[in-house]
């Protein structure tokens, strides 16, 4: 294959990308990926004048059309004005990143917010995080197969989490003298739930082009502490977290044509943490 060839199954001139979580850490990291690969994207997340800062910045960045919509991922209604939004700009949706969800932080602006052992987790706490992290997911993938059917092709990404594949370290989220934290739970059953919504997908669109695959990144560093990086770190087999650019090289691999023979995979970028 000459390099040519190489660099046009990564080219995403022409296509339409949905990236819901858009104005987050990775949700922004990505825009800036798939634009750089000639995509027109689209940011939406719930908070909307964040989407709108996050879409100024890709499209200055990158010269690229960038749609800001805001959106709640778990509401029928909103899902379909963001897919009504994308295609009256764009007239096609070719990607949908399924990436928004509600994930817990323990940096030090989070301190204490996490303490709910499993015994005493609040059902309505449950509720939202499976809304939004999975029941979301579902109601972005369904808004997107009519479209994608009738432009005979489509990529679906879901993305997950390492604590999708294996239980969180709780011991991570300790710190000396301070009461304990936790990981929740509603985060790992979300992730897990997203592996078989992807395989559900490729299966259901078996005998089309329509493609769907998970993502599952390792911890990404965002700021977090000496302690708590050296923790983690101690635990993957390349000794250190991702940068958020690493993550978004494999979504771009996944968006692409270079990933044309995938789909119901995972692919997993976590520095090698599940390999032990």
């Not at 809304?131 to 489509?154: E, K, W």
């Not at 990144?217 to 700021?223: D, S, T, Y």
Request: glycine share 10%.
């Amino acid at each position: 294959m000459s390099e040519r060839d190489v660099r046009s199954r990564f080219d995403l001139s022409g296509r339409t990308v949905i990236v819901t979580g858009g104005a987050g850490l990775l949700g922004k990291s990505h825009g800036h990926a798939l634009a750089a690969a000639g995509a027109s994207v689209v940011l939406a997340d719930i908070l909307g004048e964040q989407a709108r800062r996050a879409a100024d910045e890709v499209a200055q960045a990158s010269g690229a059309e960038v749609l800001p919509v805001e959106v709640d991922v778990s509401q029928p209604e909103s899902v379909q004005a963001m897919i009504d939004s994308t295609l009256e700009a764009f007239g096609t949706v070719d990607v949908l990143v399924n990436n928004a969800a509600l994930d817990p932080k323990f940096d030090s602006q989070h301190q204490g917010e996490h303490t709910n052992r499993f015994e005493d987790f609040p059902v309505e706490a449950w509720r939202q995080a499976i809304d939004v992290n999975i029941t979301g997911m579902f109601l972005c993938a369904r808004a997107v197969a009519t479209p994608m059917r009738r432009a005979g092709r489509g990529s679906i990404i879901n993305v997950a989490s390492t604590y999708g594949l294996v239980g969180p370290d709780q011991r991570l989220y300790q710190r000396e003298g301070r009461p304990p934290n936790y990981k929740p739970v509603t985060y790992s059953v979300s992730k897990a739930a997203a592996l078989g919504l992807t395989r559900y997908l490729a299966t259901y669109f078996a005998g089309t082009q329509i493609r769907a695959n998970t993502l599952t990144p390792g911890g990404v560093f965002a700021g977090h502490d000496d302690e708590f990086v050296a923790r983690y770190s101690a635990r993957t087999v390349l000794g250190r977290m991702a940068d958020r650019e690493e993550i978004s090289a494999a979504l771009l691999f996944l968006a692409s044509d270079a990933s044309s023979y995938m789909t119901g995979a995972n692919l997993v970028v976590d520095g090698g943490w599940t390999a032990w």
